[in-house]
């Protein structure tokens, strides 16, 4: 198999700073983590900030992003490479996770409980001492060099008992749990991300709160500050602030028509 | 076949039907009345007594004695309704049910109007309990009952919200009622003893009233900080309802839209309140203190 040829994908860096304003110590930590090649596991409900903050530390720290939206079908396989047949001749692709670990990159595994079980016989030898990948199929162990870095998120809010991560699994991460921001800071990102005044902002994430409230009561979950960029952005551009929040929050947090109907009366109330 | 035109004519097929030697009620004038009218609604409300009869001698009577009048300010299909509904209560209830509603056609009138424009209690609660939960952050309960009022932990509406003459308005009216429930328990009425502040007045329930005219005051203005496009549809509806301010009540207003005014502030008005006539608010509802 020596002479198989094998195609890595060139990975780049992020040039351009993506804006994070940090909430707590998460930037120290993950500097520290990585420092000391420890694998980073990110918890946290959805749109709060875990992908921007891992794109904001890769460009911080220098190193090639790669991002796998981990979903039900992803394998060990979709993510270490395979075997294709190009013009006639067996090559070897690499897959995200193994293009990372060569190239000494961050590989983000976003929303890790939702790829199939088999996805952890590769990521348990890079998330601990050993710090390599097995590709079973090349016979190959790559050693992952001192820039690899392993992180992985995951929703508490959306655990099951068939989607929870294992203690074998965790227990092999440095953890850190993401929040909303609070009201102000919130209103500081949504204001920034979209250029609506504070005033708007400010009143978006008033919004927001309330359909937090409705968490586990109707909702599964509130308004995120990814949803209130959307809305700042629509607002910005003109829509109405009553009708950006029906498009841009309440359809897309529920289908539910009693509970839409309400949301949007928090919007109209609000503006 | 043409319906009868005189009252002669009419004063027969009454006796017919109404069996006037039975039950003793004189129907030659209730034959004057429908002689009056127009062809189409003698006709009309010949008909109508005919069948009314066949279910029930006094059902008829009464429907002959009011359709005349009903037919002056009243279209036939409402008049068919309230007759039906009559019709109906008996079969259901019994013959008293359906003579109270025949007695009071107006009433009928009132509810349908309501019905039709009301915001009803079933219709808008699982919107109301969702939209307070979201303001409140927990879960107060919502339910019908004899006014508009909450004891802190539960929120009461009528079972029809119609003081407005549309069922948007309606619907803004029981949202704004739901709210300023809400903002009594979050911003503090209940935090004074109500019942010790009346009861040196002349009048406690007239204390009362003007203690809960100057919370509501203080409570629009909260409202106006925290939700400003609810407060736009408050200034709007009061527009619609054409009360006149009174001075000394806007200057109470005054008062108590300073953002650092609390319930003491309105207990502290209080002897200057109850001197004056307190004002008729849409969404007021009622204090029911422990």
Known sequence: MQDVELIAPQLAQIDEEPYYHPVGDEMSLFDSAYRNRLPVLLKGPTGCGKTRFVEHMAWKLKRPLVTVACHDDLTAADLVGRYLIVGGQTVWMDGPMAAAVRAGAICYLDEIVEARKDTMVVIHPLADSRRVLPIEKRGELVQAPPGFMLVISYNPGYQSVLKELKQSTRQRFVAFEFDYPDAELEATIVSRETGVSTEIAAKLVKFAAMTRNLKGSGLDEGASTRLLVHAGTLIKDGIPAVAACRAAIAQAVTDEPEMLAAIHEMSSSIF | ?290
Request: aromatic content about 6%.
């Open chain 2, 1 to 290: 076949m043409a319906a009868p035109a005189t009252a002669q004519e009419i004063e027969l097929l009454l006796e017919q039907w109404l069996e006037p030697e039975f039950t003793r009620v004189s129907v030659d004038d209730l034959a004057k009345d429908i002689a009056a009218l127009p062809d189409g609604q003698r006709a009309f409300a010949l008909d109508w007594v005919r069948r009314a009869a066949t279910a029930n001698i006094q059902i008829g009577h009464m429907v002959a004695r009011h359709v005349p009048n009903m037919l002056g300010h009243m279209d036939e299909r409402t008049i068919e309704a309230w007759i039906l509904q009559a019709m109906d209560a008996r079969d259901r209830d019994g013959l008293k049910p359906a003579l109270d509603i025949l007695r009071d056609p107006q009433r009928f009138v009132r509810l349908g109007h309501e019905h039709a424009v009301g915001a009803v209690f079933d219709d808008i609660a699982g919107i109301m309990r969702n939209f307070v939960c979201g303001l409140s952050g927990r879960a107060l309960r919502l339910e019908q009952g004899d006014g508009v009022w909450t004891d802190g932990e539960t929120l009461h509406l009528l079972p029809v919200t119609a003081q407005m003459e549309s069922a948007a308005d309606n619907f803004q009216l029981a949202k704004i009622m739901v709210t300023m429930l809400w903002a009594q328990t979050r911003f503090g009425t209940f935090r004074a003893d109500i019942g010790a502040a009346c009861a040196g007045f002349a009048d406690p329930i007239r204390a009362q009233r003007a203690f809960h005219a100057l919370e509501t005051l203080r409570l629009e203005a909260c409202i106006e900080r925290e939700l400003p496009g609810l407060a736009r549809e408050m200034k709007r509806l009061k527009a619609a309802t054409g009360e006149a301010a009174n001075p000394a009540w806007t200057g109470f207003g005054e008062v108590l839209a300073d953002a650092s005014a609390t319930v003491n502030d309105s207990v502290r008005l209080l002897e200057l309140a109850y001197a004056e006539s307190a004002p008729d608010i849409p969404w007021q509802g009622e204090l029911r203190p422990a």
